[in-house]
């Protein structure tokens, strides 16, 4: 059975979309996913299903939407596609907790970075459906603008690599 590996967004983030871990996890086993771990508090999941990419993104939007009254956002990444993800950053010299990753449903458009306001140096290079942003100086203070940024969910690289890891581990244990 493939790994998929689900990253909610807006979940237990600035204290909007609580969902402890625990009850994501038993959701997902209801779900008829197996194989269910959850990483860190921030909505990443990671399971085994049969079912097709939109499918199963449908069905954890769907019980999620109905647990929490508003469906937060799923986008799903496979295991090969998530240690892409990893080790495709176009920053190496980043700090990989200063360098976050922003994944989309969708390649943004086109022109995507023509709205970009980028006024402390950070640099920013879309790859398909990921958009990653260095930020020289954190993110925390940051002034950046795009647009493109808010129909995704970010994680730093750090947290993409360990996703990927352990999505790896779980395709191993066959």
């Known amino acids: 059975m493939p790994v998929y590996v689900a990253l909610l967004r807006a979940v237990n983030v600035g204290g909007t979309g ?16 197996a194989g ?14 049969d079912g097709a990419e ?19 956002g799923v986008l799903l990444r496979s295991a090969v596609e998530l240690q892409a993800v990893a ?11 200063y360098l976050l990753v922003t994944f989309l449903a969708e390649p943004p458009p086109e022109d995507a970075l023509d709205k970009l306001s980028a006024p402390d140096g950070e640099e920013v290079s879309i790859a398909g459906r990921e958009i990653y942003i260095h930020f020289p100086n954190g993110s925390g203070r940051s002034k950046l ?5 808010k129909a995704g969910t970010a994680r730093n690289l750090n947290t993409v690599r360990k996703l990927a890891e352990m999505a790896r581990e779980m395709e191993d244990e066959g």
Not at 54 to 72: C, I, Q
Not at 87 to 97: L, V
């Open 145 to 149: 603008k795009l647009p493109a940024l």
């Open 87 to 97: 080790d495709g950053s176009p920053f190496p010299h980043a700090k990989p907790n």
């Open 18 to 33: 609580a969902l402890p871990m625990a009850e994501l996890k038993q959701l997902c086993e209801e779900l008829g996913f």
């Open 54 to 72: 939109a499918r199963v993104r449908k069905l954890l939007e769907d019980a999620l939407a109905k647990r929490m009254g508003k469906p937060p």
């Open 36 to 49: 269910v771990k959850t990483y860190i508090q921030s909505g990443n999941v990671l399971f085994r299903s």
